[in-house]
């Protein structure tokens, strides 16, 4: 007798394997874009996704979607109304994302070009910013670029969230960061640290 719940799950593993063999395929070929080995985990997505008030949110853009994992627990949790796209600069994972997420507008674009795009999605202000970019794997010129084109796109008080490994603390392009964030941002504070996750890692919870 076939088993409709052992054929879910194992649909389910196999699918999960997929994403994680081209998470890895990726990193390997682009390793300073996607700068990890394995998508984030539903610990790491859940912290993430805790750091917005939805409610207030009319306008939200995810930076470096990866497979989707992060994108998915957006559009579950922002209003009807919301406006969201993604930016992902990787091919590959812009085709995960999809596969994931099929109604999902994603530009594959630099996050540098963010005001351009949402001039496009005729957006003024964003309300907050989902971020999935590898920050350690950026030279210290890239991040300034990157951070600085957040004020001309976030809504003064708006939210930024980003997460990074736990072992980045005591290096000191971590350190940097850290510091990069604080001057860049009215407020920033640290989850705890996600141990379920591959690398352990936290989240960057920032206003502007």
Known sequence: MFNVSRSIATSTWVNLLGEKLTFLRSFLRQPTQIGAIAPSSSDLVATMIES?????????????????????????????????????????????????????????????????????????????????LPWAAFPDVLQDRILNEIPKVLRPGGSFATFAYWQGLALPAGKRFSRRLRSHFSQVQRSKTVWKNMPPAFVYRCVL
Do not use: H
């Open 52 to 132: 917005f008030n939805w409610m207030n949110i009319n306008a939200v853009a995810e930076y470096g979607p990866g497979t989707g994992v992060f994108t998915q627990a957006i559009m579950q949790n922002m209003k009807p109304e919301t406006r969201f796209f993604a930016i992902e600069q990787s091919a590959e994972m812009v085709k995960a994302t999809l596969k994931r997420c099929p109604s999902v507008k994603i530009y594959q674009d630099s996050v540098t070009n963010v005001q351009r795009l949402c001039e496009i999605e005729s957006i003024d202000r964003l309300d907050a910013i989902v971020s999935g």
